[in-house]
């Protein structure tokens, strides 16, 4: 049974600050990986995927890895802003015994809080 | 256009009722899903459906059944609510072969009471 971690779980760093957050997940097995961002009371907005044959993904001031041999991703946010403050989460597509794939396993999230 | 919407954005109910959440997506996606964030802000997956199987969590109670008019809905029906079934249901869609962006809908938030 796939699960996924992600860490730290919180993370307060001042407006400017280059950071990462990391995901891991225990099946190798994967399509993709997936990191939302989820504004409090908002739905998800999909940020980056990756292949599971892909190393990274790359959206303006964010980049995403992915290891799939190790099972470990990181999502890297360069110059942040207090606009970036938010809970952000990894999610991956794992195939289902009976053949295709039975939706997305989600960490539990990093809350990242930029101060101005 | 919103991509992929639901209905109603709240619903407040007591125990014992049933009640239904609609979703609709405007992508032309083939695979429709619904998960539930529960009041640790987990996210886990009910659903998987699309026009030839229902992938159900086995963690799901028979209590709850997504209904498929046609390929661009995906309705939750809940029979006898529960206390524990309030939460946050999402509704999200994605084209196969399963390697492509989840788009999720803006979420329904259920109070049972």
């Known amino acids: 049974k796939q699960e996924v971690t992600q860490i730290p779980a919180a993370l307060s760093v001042p407006e400017g600050e280059n950071l990462v957050l990391n995901c891991s997940f225990t099946d190798s097995a994967i399509y993709n990986l997936q990191w939302f961002r989820q504004d409090p009371g908002k739905g998800l907005t999909s940020l980056l995927l990756i292949q599971s044959s892909q190393r990274e993904q790359t959206s303006g001031r964010l980049n995403a890895s992915l290891d799939k041999s190790s099972g470990r991703s990181t999502l890297y946010i360069a110059a942040s802003q207090p606009g970036d403050s938010a809970t952000y989460l990894c999610a991956v597509m794992t195939p289902w015994e009976g053949g295709g794939a039975d939706g997305l396993t989600f960490g539990k999230g990093t809350h990242l809080i930029i101060q101005p | 256009d919103t991509a992929v919407s639901q209905t109603p954005k709240y619903l407040v109910t007591q125990m014992g009722n049933d009640k239904s959440i609609k979703c609709e997506q405007n992508l032309g996606h083939d695979t429709m899903y619904w998960y539930k964030q529960d009041s640790k802000k987990f996210l886990k997956i009910m659903f998987s459906y699309n026009n030839k199987e229902l992938i159900i969590n086995e963690t799901v109670p028979n209590r709850f059944s997504p209904k498929s008019p046609d390929k661009a809905h995906l309705n939750l029906h809940i029979n006898s609510l529960e206390l524990g079934d309030s939460a946050v249901y999402f509704c999200?869609?994605?084209?196969?072969?399963?390697?492509?962006?989840?788009?999720f809908g803006p979420g329904t938030r259920l109070l049972v009471l």
């Open positions: 999200a869609s994605s084209q196969p072969p399963y390697g492509e962006t989840q788009y």
